[in-house]
């Protein structure tokens, strides 16, 4: 009933939204039908707000879940952006990894090639401490009574005999230098040279002026043989290369010097013995060695008497090629391939100096 008269009051007080009612679109409710309309149209006004009331709550509801959609999807996006981070630090993490292996075993072969190379100069260390301990030992030993003046000595003592044999070979076969027509005298009073080799810096002796035991060497016959050539001649010449080749046998001996032509000795018939190949090379090295361990060497007479004077001449140029020998090995140069008293002379006379003993 009390609902029924705040309808009535409703209808009988109009509000000013029903005074802005077009007259022309209001329905006209007979009296009968008052109660039904009112009832109807409350029903209707209940249902408004009852939708309302569902709006607002829905509204509510959608508002909040539309923020929890929203809050998940940047959460969504947060995760995905921390994903992507840390599948970044994982590839990374897997590269440096990588890198750290190889490295690693980078260290590990450095390590190893640095052990041998300690082991190895540990081993070198060592070798180099026992060599300074010889080293040690070694100048010691030169140092003291045995050592290197010791050497020395010995070598002066050597030199010394060696100069004496060598002065006795000159007394037994003196080279003299003819001044006069029978004035001969002997070969210290004419140096003619030194020991640095200079010995052109002098006035060169004429060969035909030297004699060997009161000899004289004359080359000519040996070039210019014929049925004129004094036979005495050719014999004395023949005598004094047998003087010669004596003395150079004896000296070679003294001074334990190996000759380059040996000589077979025998006075006046003298040879002298080549042991180069006289054959022409050829390609095969295998037979070369052979014909040159199995050739006997060639011999050259140092004598005319029923020779070829061509050999009897190239037995005259080695000869001379042993003195030139002996005067190399003391360190004098040679006056020529011609002067073969003269190189005899000065091999003699540096033998007999005093400088010989102190080289």
Known sequence: MEQRQRQRQHLQHPTSTSKAIDPENVKVIEWEDYDQELARL????????????????????????????????????????????LEARRLLMEKMSMRSKVEK???????????????????????????????????RLLAGEKGYGHLQKLQKMLRMRQQFMISQVSFLYPVKILVGPKQEQELESFPSGNRSGNSAASKPVNPGSLTILGLHLTILPFTKMSLFTDKKEVQRSATALGYIAHVVSLIASYLEVPLRYPLRLG??????????PSIEPTSD?????????????????????????????YAVFLLNKDIEQLLNYIGVKSLGPRHVLANLKELLRTIQSPEYIDT
Do not use: C
Not at 44 to 71: M, P, R
Not at 286 to 312: C, H, M, W, Y
């Open 285 to 313: 090295l295998s037979s070369n060695i052979a014909l040159s361990t199995n050739t006997k060497p060639a011999e050259f007479p140092l004598f005319l008497e029923g020779q070829d004077a061509t050999r009897a001449a």
């Open 267 to 276: 006075g006046s018939h003298t040879y002298i013995n080549d042991y180069a």
């Open 105 to 139: 075993e980078d260290a590990k072969n450095q390590e190893e090639r640095l052990s041998m190379e300690v082991r190895s100069l540990l081993v070198a260390g060592t070798a180099l401490s026992v060599a300074r301990k010889r080293l040690q030992e070694s100048n």
């Open 42 to 85: 409350w029903s209707l006004s209940s249902a408004l707000s009852q939708a309302d009331d569902k709006k607002q709550t829905l509204q509510q509801k959608l508002q909040s879940l539309i923020q929890v959609k929203a809050e998940s999807l940047k959460r969504s996006n947060e995760l995905e952006e921390m994903r992507e981070r």
